[in-house]
């Protein structure tokens, strides 16, 4: 999506509330709606919308978005962008670690058994940018390593490997796997439970004898990681928390 | 005949061993040949030697083997050009464009027209192979001619399961910490080029080279939290080289101390020198290959039943 097309409206609720919301023209949109996504809220407009028109859509949907915004944060879900130096917590794996800012000149992470600590200059301007890229490369160089362990454990039982390995935050897809054999997987498995990074590895290597969704791939599945349904219920009843947990860290674009 | 870049790809024992005694005649079944008039392209086995001589050279558990061929040069625009004036021609006589297949249908025409007017510019690609320890090593810094050589290679041979580099360690979050003061794996130091990125999309990018990589710029740049994408390495004073993110070798150059015994020698013939600088790079790079799979932890696909 075009950056020029993307705008930020402040928004005060009737209990008084100020929300940023994302207002963004999209070329196919028939007319306004607003939405909760990873990002946090969202409108999207035809072509041509004016601003008071978005403004005054908004106004009429502040009950609904309160509300909403007040069920995901009962759900534990956190929504604003982390800002350093502040109290935090990041979710790693399926536990909610606060986070211990260190003053540092290069940045660094790490995952400690009791809270993730966090290297940065906290004095600086961009900060909160330098925490969202360390972040995306740690997370990326861990699962890495996590991954590899996974595939190795599997690839005996299944008698096939995969080529090799690419790691982003996806947007709605959890993993795939290419005609080649090359496996995709989200970022943001490595905040879930290590169940569920388990799963989708699984999964994706189940793919090399199956390519479909028909029974005998999920009997491939259950042979190699009999838990398999409990893991899919998890992921598709709280896995839109932990890509939105992602993305709080990360920031809200996706993909390379 | 030094390679200039290394593309790298690993294959299993099992694969090692397709490659034995008849490797010759089934090279020689796919020897590469000039275009025909209405071919595009060819691809096919060329001696690294040059000339009529055999088509593979081995030493020891090294084999070399090189892919040739020819391409024709027909740019679009002249295809085109030609194209239009017939289309010219055609709607002034009729007082209308001609339609979409009829167009299609005339730009075959020009293509057959053009095609063996062309001139074919000729290929070559050399690759070598590291049996015992299953690399496949090509000279290219490029995916699409190192993927080509593989599929020729496995047409030639029937199968033969190559595979790209799988890293368990993510080569940007280690050239980040060579750059940030880290220990680099021993006899390596720092090169005089690098590439810095921000990991978010669409980020920055910040690329040096014939620069003093210990700098404060640099620091700089890696205190804003940017990642090592490319950096360049120099190994025990004989090689240097440029890695990058998919652990492609490129800019490689054998230094002063590692050619010169080469040079003292004299050798009778051509062939003699080609053969003794191929042992020369492929011994060489053996050291660098193993420690780029310790580092990195790049390991070797398993052999399958």
Redo the contacts between chains.
């Keep these: 999506m075009d950056a020029s097309q993307q705008n930020w409206l402040e928004l005060e609720t009737p209990t008084g509330r100020r929300v940023r919301v994302l207002t963004q023209v999209h070329p196919r949109a028939q007319r306004l709606s607003l939405t909760m996504g990873v990002g946090g809220p969202r409108v999207s407009t035809p072509r041509g919308t004016h601003p008071s028109q978005v403004k005054a859509f908004l106004r009429e949907n502040a009950p609904w978005l309160e509300r909403k915004l007040r069920e995901l944060e009962r759900a534990g879900q956190r929504l604003a962008t982390p800002t350093p130096g502040r109290r935090e917590s990041l979710l790693w794996r399926g536990e909610r670690l606060p986070v211990r800012w260190e003053m540092a ?3 660094w992470v790490r995952i400690e058994d009791d809270a993730a600590v966090i290297g940065v ?1 906290l004095d ?1 301007p ?1 900060a909160r ?6 972040l ?3 997370v ?2 861990q699962m ?2 996590e991954v ?1 362990r996974l595939a ?1 454990e599997f ?1 005996p039982q299944l ?1 096939r ?5 690419r790691l982003l935050p996806l947007k709605s897809l959890w993993g795939s796997l290419s005609v080649r054999g090359r496996m995709t997987l989200d970022l943001a498995l490595m905040l879930a439970p290590p169940t569920a990074l388990e799963y989708v590895v699984a999964h994706e290597m189940c793919h090399l004898w199956v390519r479909n969704h028909g029974p005998r791939f999920w009997q491939r599945v259950e042979s190699i990681y009999p838990d398999y349904l409990e893991t899919r219920t998890w992921l598709s009843q709280r896995g839109h928390a932990v890509k939105a947990e992602l993305a709080r860290w ?2 809200t ?4 | 005949m030094y390679f200039r870049n290394l593309s790298l790809f690993r294959f299993s024992t099992t694969a090692a061993k397709q490659i034995d005694g008849d490797l010759e005649t089934r090279l020689a079944a796919h020897r590469a040949r000039p275009c025909g008039p209405f071919e595009m392209a060819t691809r096919g086995w060329v001696s690294p030697f040059g000339g009529e001589q055999a088509l593979h050279h081995g030493v020891g558990n090294y084999t070399l083997l090189t892919l040739g061929g020819e391409d024709k040069l027909l740019p679009a625009a002249c295809v085109n050009a030609v194209l239009n004036e017939k289309l010219a021609a055609i709607a002034a006589e009729r007082g209308k464009p001609p339609g979409g297949r009829e167009r299609r249908r005339l730009k075959e025409e020009v293509l057959n027209e053009l095609m063996p007017r062309a001139l074919a510019r000729p290929h070559r690609l050399a690759g070598y192979l590291d049996l015992d320890r299953g690399w496949a090593v090509i000279d290219t810094a490029s995916k699409k001619p190192a993927e080509a050589l593989l599929t020729e290679l496995r047409n030639t041979l029937e199968t033969f399961p190559v595979f790209p580099l799988d890293p368990e360690e993510s080569p940007q979050a280690l050239y980040t910490s060579w750059l940030s003061g880290g220990e680099l794996p021993e006899g390596w130091v720092l090169g005089d080029e690098c590439e810095m990125r921000d990991p978010q999309p669409k980020g920055a990018i910040v690329r040096l080279s014939r620069s003093d990589l210990s700098g404060s710029e640099l620091q700089e740049h890696l205190k804003s939290g940017k990642q090592v994408t490319r950096l360049g390495l120099v190994v025990e004073d004989r090689l240097s080289f440029t890695l990058d993110e998919n652990l492609v070798v490129r800019k490689l150059r054998f230094l002063e101390q590692a050619t010169e015994e080469l040079e003292a020698t004299e050798r009778d013939s051509a062939a003699a020198e080609f053969a003794a600088r191929f042992a020369l790079m492929c011994l060489s790079l053996t050291p660098i290959l193993a420690q780029l799979e310790k580092t990195f932890r790049l390991s070797r696909p398993k052999a399958r039943a």
Excluded: F, M, N, W
């Design positions: 000149s290069l940045p200059q600086r961009d940018q330098i925490v969202q890229r360390v995306r490369a740690y990326a160089t890495k390593r590899a190795r690839e008698g490997g995969i080529v090799s390995t990360v920031g674009e996706l993909g390379t």
